[in-house]
């Protein structure tokens, strides 16, 4: 088995394309959207016109306002750039100085890119910073490179600082927690290679799978992949590890025990995984793509995990034996476990008070959530504060509308040929007065004189709540109803864009969420063999998503004044809540129903799968949430609210949820949990057996 998974590893590391990503929203949008039917119109009217890929923004160093010498230097300037000739840069134009001479810029056209791959304009950007500061030297002068291929650069290189942060932050997590765990370098060691070897298989096969399907990947695809595979990887051999160990102690030879704990706590993990799975299969119903290849990307992911998991792990464990634990031998003897023991016997003897204080606590936390406010500012949100193209796009606003990085487009198309001149000067006076809008730019005319486009410059910053309302009320309502008989209008550009992405995304909710819920509930239906366990579980999973949004909502919009939270978040939350949230759920109402099986009634089953499932659920969920919580660590908003929501749902399913709320419910409803199946049933042949270990327990037979 270990020989195939290197013979794989070597494989697919040697065949497998490389998995890139796109920055560009648009990739992820259907055609049929108003925005998508923008840039394609503009692909067939102006294949060579394109907004400038790139800003340079001037002030003067002591923040004063621009003297005619400071305009002049300027213009120095961007003639030096264009004698440089620039690879890939095809022009470079200063504009007029902003009306209060505060900021001048210089628009900079770039070689046109359609590979997402393509680093084309984004290594123009860099050989442009580096010629500019040399040639902005002595004139009293600063100046910086913004706009999108700027943005694009700087985000490439946050994100690509973000995942070294994470992937050390993680392996060193996991590290001194199962070092803390076990006290034993091998099992600390044992997900980092295996894992780090598994990864290799995963990425490989997620790249084979996007090249063969067209399918593009959002930049944070891969800090995502790298999470997902330690964290639920980890917390696999996690479970495997903690079954291995109880199988040891109750007299077991290795391969025995190994063989025995695949058995016992293998169709929890799969029916876990499955959860997993499932849930984010449930993303390729979303409309956008985005979505889509994420989902797919965590689904094969997790799979991937699941299949080491059930075979590479138990191989390893099969081979090393008892040599896994060491140096330390007190695997040998079984721990006290006061903790978990004294919370099973409080649980087991008033189920109703643990109930109402866990699913309080989660009301509670849900109640925030009704003020969440999505927030489509992806670029700024993407990189540092201190990146080149967030500070010059700060200065810029000093002294031009916010809306002059990113312009919308509006393109009026004649149906029946060619626009008059009366035509286009009447309807550029409709979009300049609509609210939200600075300025209109003269039309520039395609080829054959059919279409028209319009720079329209919003009042507001292109991915603000107020430039979303202006494009997606004022705007685009003045430019259809404005249009003259016989034309067609269409409103296009990032802020397009992101209007659509909203209400794709408010589609995405209604479909995605309840099939996702529906395809767990069955498997929880198929593992438990009942109809009503399924529904009080995935009960406590809904409490658990809403009271991670509300806490999300608290610290970022309530105690640091955000805004918002990015747009993404509550359907990725939701996915991962909702799934890890079943795995835990899973892994203890399994051993819930064990307990149950081996004779012991719903209070005394609940004290026991706490006792014994407690600190691996602890331990799982201590490391996945510190996996996610790296995240926060990048850099960047968008990571850092991910890692936080996620973190903080994973601990609120691990120690409110699983340990708490559902073997409290459980004890509370009795074996009616299993109805109709008989998973509640006790087993003739275990109750000798189970009657000696409740005997060892300290607990009386009312779970005292």
Do not use: C
């Amino acid at each position: 088995m270990i020989g195939a998974w290197l013979v794989a590893i070597v494989a697919v590391a040697l065949l497998a394309p490389k998995l890139t990503s796109s920055t560009d929203q648009a990739d992820f949008l259907p055609s049929s959207y108003e925005s998508i039917e923008a840039i394609e119109l503009q692909q067939q009217a102006f294949p060579d016109s394109a907004t400038p890929a790139a800003l340079i923004v001037f002030a003067r160093e002591d923040g004063g306002p621009l003297t005619d010498a400071d305009v002049a230097a300027v213009t120095g300037v961007a003639a030096k750039l264009t004698e440089r000739k620039l690879e890939d840069v095809t022009a470079v134009a200063p504009m007029p100085p902003s009306e209060n001479r505060l900021v001048e810029i210089v628009a900079v056209g770039m070689t046109k890119v359609d590979d997402p791959a393509d680093t084309t304009q984004t290594d123009a950007v860099k050989t442009l910073r580096e010629a500019l500061e040399e040639d902005v030297k002595d004139t009293g002068l600063k100046a910086g490179v913004t706009g999108s291929a700027a943005q694009q650069l700087d985000q490439q290189e946050s994100s690509e600082k973000g995942l070294a942060i994470i992937g050390i932050a993680t392996i060193v997590l996991i590290l001194v927690l199962l070092l803390a765990i076990f006290r034993s370098p091998v099992i600390a060691l044992l997900p980092i290679i295996v894992i780090g070897g598994v990864s290799v298989v995963a990425t490989g096969l997620i790249a084979l799978v996007g090249k063969a399907f067209d399918m593009n990947f959002d930049s944070s695809v891969q800090p995502m992949l790298t999470v997902v595979l330690f964290g639920v990887g980890t917390d696999y051999i996690l479970f495997l590890m903690f079954r291995f160990r109880e199988q040891l102690r109750a007299g077991a030879d290795a391969k025995t025990a190994v063989v025995n704990s695949v058995e016992r706590v293998g169709e929890a993990i799969t029916s876990a995984a499955a959860a997993v799975i499932i849930a984010f299969g449930a993303l390729l119903l979303s409309t956008l793509g985005m979505f889509r290849s994420l989902g797919l990307a965590l689904a094969i992911a997790v799979a991937v995990a699941l299949v080491a998991g059930l075979t590479l792990i138990p191989a390893i464990v099969s081979l090393l034996g008892t040599k896994v634990f060491w140096p330390s031998k007190a695997f040998q003897v079984e721990p006290k476990a006061a903790r978990f023991t004294a919370l099973g016997a409080a649980l087991g003897r008033k189920p109703g008070l643990f109930a109402i204080a866990s699913g309080g606590l989660l009301v509670v936390l849900t109640l925030f959530a009704v003020s969440f406010n999505p927030t489509f500012d992806l670029s700024s949100g993407s990189t540092s504060d201190s990146s080149e193209s967030t500070v010059y796009q700060k200065e810029l606003l000093k002294g031009m509308p916010a809306g002059t990085t990113q312009p919308s487009q509006v393109y009026l198309r004649g149906d029946g040929g060619a626009l008059n001149q009366d035509q286009l000067a009447t309807y550029r006076t409709a979009l300049a007065g609509a609210d939200g809008v600075d300025q209109v730019s003269e039309p520039t005319l395609s080829q054959d004189r059919s279409v028209a486009e319009f720079q329209v410059t919003l009042n507001s910053a292109p991915e603000s709540d107020a430039a979303l309302e202006t494009v997606k009320g004022p705007l685009r309502t003045t430019a259809h109803d404005s249009a003259p008989a016989g034309t067609t209008a269409l409103v296009g550009g990032m802020t397009s864009i992101f209007v659509d992405f909203q209400a794709a995304m408010n589609r995405d909710y209604a479909v995605v969420f309840p099939v996702a819920a529906l395809l767990i509930m069955l498997v929880l239906g198929a593992l438990l063999r009942s109809v009503v366990a399924p529904w009080y579980l995935m009960a406590s999973v809904f409490l658990g998503f809403g009271a991670t949004l509300g806490a999300a909502v608290l610290v970022f919009q309530h105690l640091q004044g955000n805004s918002g939270l990015i747009f993404t978040l509550p359907l990725i939350m939701y996915l991962f809540v909702v799934a890890l949230g079943t795995d835990y759920n899973i892994l203890m109402v399994a051993r819930l129903r064990e307990e149950a099986q081996e004779g012991h009634d719903p209070h005394q089953a609940a004290a026991l799968a706490l006792r014994h499932t407690g600190p691996t659920i602890a331990a799982a969920g201590v490391i996945l949430a510190g996996t996610f919580a790296s995240m926060m660590l990048a850099g960047n908003n968008v990571l850092s609210q991910m890692g936080f929501a996620i973190s903080v749902g994973i601990v609120i399913a691990a120690f409110v949820m699983a340990m708490f709320f559902t073997p409290a419910v459980t004890a509370l409803i009795g074996k009616r949990a299993w109805w109709p199946g008989h998973g509640g049933d006790v087993r003739p042949h275990q109750v000798d057996l189970q009657k000696s270990e409740w005997a060892r327990t300290p607990y009386d037979s009312a779970g005292r």
